[in-house]
């Protein structure tokens, strides 16, 4: 992944893309002060680059809290640029996975393209995180084709930092159906990020 201010040329994005980089980083989240982070790129920046961003296969990762992604997600659904959602797309904890926010966020995973990013560790920090196994499971049961597991490594400003070994371990736990596991750690990433697949 990599960030791109609107001025970037084309030429510019290509050559990353064959140098490995598959996607964009777009933020919302706010720093605690309110400020945005330092070298974030805000979703308004999406309409610019998306025309350059299809023209070279690039996908957009979108950070912020499930509120503002609602929002945003019926103008970004325009750019024709996949979208990856960020940290199970960051829902409150306290409001359950039946709050009208997540509730729109399933249905847009459902019926379009838009992919989840299965990383726990930024929605829950109580120890084994089971107040985000319902969010969890219901973004695969949502799109069990277009989601993907995240360690989030290396825990930028999280202390302590969590373990991603047992963060697979958790993946293992809740979704006991080994072909399910493979979709989300083998297929499903071989399809978003372009990655070969090759037979043992």
Same mark, same amino acid.
Do not use: E, F, N
């Given at each position: 992944?990599?960030?791109?201010?609107?001025?970037?040329?084309t030429g510019t994005l290509a050559a990353w893309r064959a140098a490995g980089i598959v996607g964009l980083r777009f933020v919302e989240m706010r720093a605690p002060d309110g400020s945005r982070y330092p070298g974030s790129v805000g979703f308004d920046a999406i309409g610019v680059l998306a025309p350059r961003m299809r023209a070279v296969g690039l996908h957009a990762q979108l950070w912020a809290r499930a509120y503002d992604l609602v929002e945003w997600l019926p103008h970004l659904l325009r750019s024709k640029v996949p979208l990856v959602l960020d940290h199970m797309a960051c829902p409150d904890p306290l409001h359950g996975p039946n709050a009208g926010a997540f509730k729109s966020i399933r &249905?847009? !995973?459902?019926?379009?393209? =838009?992919? &989840?990013? !299965?990383?726990?560790?930024? =929605?829950?920090?109580?120890?084994?995180h089971d107040d985000a196994r319902a969010f969890h499971d219901a973004l695969i049961a949502a799109a069990p084709e277009r989601v993907v597991w995240g360690s989030d490594w290396p825990y930028v400003r999280m202390n302590p930092a969590p373990d991603a070994g047992q963060m697979l371990d958790l993946l293992r736990c809740w979704v006991p159906d080994p072909a399910q596991r493979a979709r989300i750690l083998v297929d499903n990433p071989a399809r978003l990020y372009g990655f070969e697949r090759t037979t043992p």
């Open positions: 992944m990599a960030v791109a201010y609107p001025g970037v040329d &249905a847009r !995973l459902a019926d379009s393209d =838009v992919w &989840a990013k !299965l990383t726990v560790c930024r =929605v829950s920090q109580q120890p084994g």
